[in-house]
């Protein structure tokens, strides 16, 4: 247990769904990050949060909608996904100075769009 | 964020020590380096990161050549539950991201 929780571990949805996904941390962290990782990809930096705030958007289509109510719970909002989505989304979390804590990461929803 | 370079793929006998290699040629003065570790469908594990001083922890030791451009991340006895993928990246201390390349795929093999 890393002290950040992804719920749920694997989600299979139709491309008509809407679904969440849920990360939590309880480290003291005030950044959240939300990453996609693809079959034999790199992982891709999708959303950041700093103080709740949305401060990085990389180009992410808006079928993933990212909320973040605090500054321990961040959600990506998942609705009429492609095939293609499927991948694993990582959640990760650090102070706002990265460089001196570095990230801990959950362990990430694997998701299956059908 | 500077550029890192990393051989793709590195096999090692277990019990071993690993040195994986990484090429940071253009990092900047105030860029740290960080080692992550990714096992098969989990997420990315800190390891250790430095900015120009040797570094150790339980897990690995850090090597920085003087002029910063590469670095070597030395795992002193590897075990088969080393196997994983391992990440070099260097990320400013303020406002930075870690932003991951490809990464080396380290084998340990009985």
């Known amino acids: 247990e890393t002290g950040v929780t992804q719920t749920p571990r694997h989600l299979v949805m139709g491309m008509t769904n809407k679904k969440s996904l849920k990360c939590e941390q309880h480290?003291?962290?005030?950044?959240m990050y939300w990453y996609k990782q693809s079959a034999k990809k790199p992982l891709e930096l999708m959303f950041v949060y700093n103080f709740k705030e949305q401060t990085e958007n990389n180009s992410v289509p808006s079928r993933f909608s990212p909320e973040c109510p605090n500054s321990s719970h961040l959600f990506l909002h998942l609705h009429t996904l492609q095939p293609e989505d499927s991948a694993l989304y990582l959640c990760a979390s650090s102070q706002p100075r990265p460089g001196s804590w570095g990230y801990t990461f959950g362990s990430g929803t694997r998701l299956t769009v059908v | 964020d500077a550029k890192t370079t990393q051989p793709p793929s590195m096999d090692c006998a277990e019990g071993r020590a690993a040195n994986l290699p990484c090429n940071h040629s253009?990092?900047?003065?105030?860029?740290?380096v960080y080692w992550y570790r990714q096992i098969h469908s989990q997420g990315p594990q800190y390891i250790i990161h430095g900015l120009k001083n040797n570094e150790t922890n339980e897990m690995a030791s850090l090597i920085i050549t003087e002029d910063r451009k590469s670095s070597t991340l030395i795992l002193p006895h590897a075990t088969l539950r080393d196997t994983a993928v391992y990440y070099c990246i260097a990320v400013y201390n303020q406002g930075g991201k870690l932003i991951f390349g490809q990464g080396t795929e380290l084998s340990v093999k009985p």
């Open positions: 480290l003291g962290h005030n950044a």
């Open positions: 253009t990092i900047s003065g105030n860029e740290y």
